[in-house]
């Protein structure tokens, strides 16, 4: 088969979308089939592979940083011109409800190729923590998502404010058009079909390349220590990631260790506060690197911290932890489907810097305990590498076709 990824983040970008989507195209290809990747344009001087088309951005727009592609009748065009060139694509998958995703619905309805939908992200959370006029940009989104995609869908509004209803309206609508939408979790299709999907919606899980995984030394600890504890840190440094509440939580436990590895624009307003309060010695930030190095930096931890709440759906983050047999420390009981049972420990109160506190201090108190963690991690590798889900969402493209 031949399947076109439209996504709206470069490869080079950071996020879990296009960490997915890298593991997604790699376990695609691995089975023996043929994927082209259509997103804009490098954020800083990266390059691109001969199977990806980028399609040039709207000068000088960035929202939160990164290029935005226009849906314009231009782009499709240079878009099919490019497709046109390769094989016939068997199946359209669109990764992102932007620019992008707006031309791969077009482009697929336009030529009749299949098309599924994967939503990635809890969008009416980030709106409401990120911009700073939420209510008003949502609103202008809505509009324009609305201008290339008619909204034909009613959105039930539930219990959401105006900001939470205005994306809610975008990413209904949006997975409205496609044949099949996929999420990779459970209680994300839950909230889906509350707010009006009708669409056939599956959930498959991302994954963790094969290679990855192979590649990882077996590090399994034979004894833990509580005389001391280091903490990992994982993400975009944005306020819905709260990786402000984490250094928060680990300044109040003297000795403990904490290592930040990302980018994103809360760096300076973190590292601030890091040198305000006295803190380089035992909190650092680590900047960006690669997931192989994300991993490994993972596997000389005690335990992963992830206090996101009520945002993210299956964050990569988690599943690297697996794949390093790291222990979690998480805050939204949703996510409890998302790793081995009794692999993380859950936070009495997902709001607040004291119980993310008091979790670390349980688990600093004991080691055995980590331990325990550490085994069910390993134990649960071959659930989150990526041949495992790819064969799914194969089996689904191949269901559209026969269609």
Partial sequence: MHIAIFVDFHDTAIGGVTTSVRG??????????TVTIISPPPVSGGESDANTICVSAIPGVRPNGFPMV?????????????????????????QTNMGIGLL??????????????????????????TYPFPWLI?????????HYLPHTTTVPRLHDNMTAHNAWQVMINHAQAADYVVVPSHHFSVKFKEHGLTRPIEVISNGISDDVVARLPTKVRQSASSSSLTVIWCGRLSPEKRPLESIKAVAQIPGCQLDIYGSGPLIGDLQTYINAHGLSDRIRLKGKVSQIQIIEAMQNHDVLLYPSFGFDNQPMVLLEAVAAGTPIVYSDPDLTECMPARG????DDGTTIE????????LWHNPKQRAR???????????????Y????????YKRLIKN
């Fill in 373 to 387: 963690m550490h085994q069910i991690m390993l134990k649960s590798q071959d659930k989150i590498v990526q041949s």
């Fill in 344 to 347: 993380g420990l859950l936070t």
């Fill in 24 to 33: 997604q195209r790699k376990g695609l290809e691995d089975l023996g089939h």
């Fill in 355 to 362: 119980a993310l506190t008091r979790t670390l201090e349980q």
């Fill in 138 to 146: 949502t609103t202008f989104l809505r509009l324009i998502h609305g």
């Fill in 104 to 129: 791969g619905i077009r482009i697929a309805k336009s030529r009749s190729i299949p098309l599924v939908q994967t939503m990635h992200g809890r969008d009416d959370v980030f709106a409401q923590n």
């Fill in 70 to 94: 226009a849906s314009t009748r231009a782009n499709q065009r240079y878009i099919e011109s490019q497709l046109d060139m390769r094989s016939p694509v068997d199946i359209i998958h669109v």
């Fill in 389 to 396: 889900h790819s064969k799914k969402m194969v089996a689904l």
